[in-house]
């Protein structure tokens, strides 16, 4: 049976490149699609659960002051408790930034989110930021790039910041654009977190917000719960999905989505294309499959023939389509490409464009192509392979 096919298959080779050529196009396609899709969700979940928040939030309770006193001996005892991977403890508060020797074409001050952090705790947030690992000095500030535009000002200048009724002076540390940006970093000023702390609430170990990196499921809830309990300040625990850091999911969502049902419809539409492409090479060829019953063949030899041809086809147009798939991304990875534009930094979800190949953008579009075209030729060649040799010359 395999040796006929391959027969069949040589004999028939312009019809058989034409089938191949369909499948590695519509898979080479498909392939760098969800690579696409890939790489956008990968990003969003680095900005999501790097960067701007993690799994869960740990907040003092409205009626708590507003902070809680969380020292490294603390920390340490609520990461072995809540069974966390890490712990990430921040200071954020409301603040105007204005440089105080701007001029009159300028606008005297801007509000931020002052973020009080630290970078050597943070290596995927100091990394989005392209800054080192390591704390910012007690008398620097990291501004973005539009905040720093806006008010005129660059690295190794002054600004005013007036936070909770107090007035600290800053010297630009860097202006930064983060590599994976979103709406909500571009308010962002970050300064160190326990200077921030001593000079806001008189308490270096005063924090608001406890990022805990942990697995996303009701028993951490309950063990993060319990742990935040023993700190001695009501606290409440949200779930990143609870919290605003979910709205940050949404657009690449969308985008994913889209991107899938347009390229998947194009991938079917293919793939029934390819079905009435091999369909027709069949009934072309009925006085051959007459001649095949004639000598005896069964027809469910003759069935199995046939679809044994379109997977020969189909695997090898994929392995091409494939191999194409991966120099694509090879070449787009190569030249680098990036934006600081905000319509490409929308469509990527960051600044740069790196595509990663992971096994399950190879394992669907297989899946679904061979699935789909024995599916649909098989009750056609079911039919065809039943009929006597007669009548098959006859439809020739």
Request: hydrophobic share 50%; net charge negative; with cysteine.
């Amino acid at each position: 049976m395999i040796r006929l096919a391959l027969h069949d298959v040589v004999h028939y080779r312009r019809e058989a490149a034409g089938v191949v050529s369909q499948v590695a196009i519509g898979i080479a396609l498909f392939v760098i699609a969800l690579f696409f899709v890939g790489s956008i969700g990968q990003n969003a979940d680095r900005l999501v659960f790097g960067s701007v928040g993690a799994t869960w939030l740990v907040e003092p309770s409205a009626d708590s002051g507003g902070a809680l006193s969380f020292d490294a001996a603390t920390a340490e005892r609520f990461s072995s408790a809540s069974d966390a991977e890490s712990v990430r403890p921040r200071l954020q508060l409301t603040a105007n930034v204005s440089n105080p020797n701007g001029s009159s074409a300028r606008p005297e001050s801007a509000s931020v989110s002052l973020i009080g952090a630290d970078l050597s705790a943070e290596p995927q947030l100091a990394e989005n930021l392209g800054l080192p690992p390591e704390r910012i000095g007690t008398q620097h500030i990291e501004l973005h790039e539009k905040t720093a535009s806006r008010l005129g000002v660059t690295a190794g200048d002054e600004v005013s910041i007036s936070v909770a009724g107090t007035e600290i002076t800053y010297t630009v540390d860097d202006v930064v654009t983060p590599d994976t940006p979103s709406f909500v970093m571009e308010s962002w000023a970050i300064v160190d977190r326990d200077s921030l702390a001593e000079r806001v609430h008189g308490d270096p170990d005063s924090v608001n917000a406890i990022l805990v990196d942990a697995a996303d499921d009701e028993s951490a809830r309950v063990e993060i719960t319990t742990a935040a309990a023993a700190l001695g300040t009501p606290t409440t625990v949200s779930s990143w999905s609870e919290t605003s850091w979910s709205a940050l999911m949404l657009g690449p969502k969308i985008w994913g989505i889209l991107l899938v049902s347009v390229f998947t419809f194009t991938y079917v539409v293919i793939c029934i294309g390819l079905t009435s492409l091999i369909y027709s090479a069949m009934l072309s060829r009925v006085g051959d499959l007459a001649v095949l019953k004639a000598v005896g063949t069964r027809g469910g030899t003759l069935r199995r023939m046939y679809l044994a041809e379109v997977v020969a086809q189909f695997i090898v147009g994929y392995a091409i389509g494939a191999l194409l798939a991966i120099a694509t991304v090879a070449v787009v990875n190569l030249l680098e490409v990036s934006s600081t534009d905000s319509a490409f930094a929308f469509a990527v979800g960051s600044t740069r464009l790196h595509l990663d190949p992971s096994w399950w953008a190879f394992a669907a579009p297989f899946a679904i192509g061979l699935t789909l075209t024995v599916a649909v030729l098989w009750f056609p060649v079911h039919g065809v392979s039943k009929q006597p040799a007669l009548t098959l010359l006859e439809l020739r």
